[in-house]
């Protein structure tokens, strides 16, 4: 079993940038690809990114392109999403999970453990 626990989350303005992290427990995920999910008030849940569990394969929404960016650090069993430029549509919880695979999309079938979230706010 994996335990998944987020941190990271709060408000902010537009413009401004928070890091999220997800610490794993329970086995190692180093060998397992790592994502973020969000969900708004209202909406479904929707992939931000994922990481593979080499690190060297990145994949984002088209919607946080080129202002989020998912790093991890298997050493210390953790994957972060740094989030920049944010804007109040940014404003969720952010879940991060993982697949039981070396690589995965952003198909949230293919996730088998999940966090409870974290909370991000972006004000106006």
């Known amino acids: 079993q994996v335990q998944l626990v987020e941190s990271g989350g709060g408000l ?14 329970g086995r190692t995920v180093s060998s397992y690809a790592m994502g973020w999910f969000r969900q708004a008030p209202g909406k479904e849940r929707e992939f931000v990114a994922v990481i593979n569990w080499s690190g060297t394969n990145t994949y984002y929404a088209d919607s946080v392109k080129g202002r989020f960016t998912i790093s991890r650090d ?9 989030m920049n430029s944010l804007k109040p549509e940014d404003t969720a919880v ?14 949230q079938t293919e996730y088998a453990y999940w966090g409870q979230g974290t909370q991000v706010t972006v004000s106006s």
């Open 94 to 107: 952010y879940s991060c999970a993982a697949a039981i695979a070396r690589y995965a999309s952003s198909r």
């Open 12 to 25: 902010v303005q537009a413009g401004g940038s928070l890091r999220l992290s997800c610490a794993a427990s």
């Open 74 to 82: 298997n050493a210390k069993n953790t994957v972060s999403l740094q």
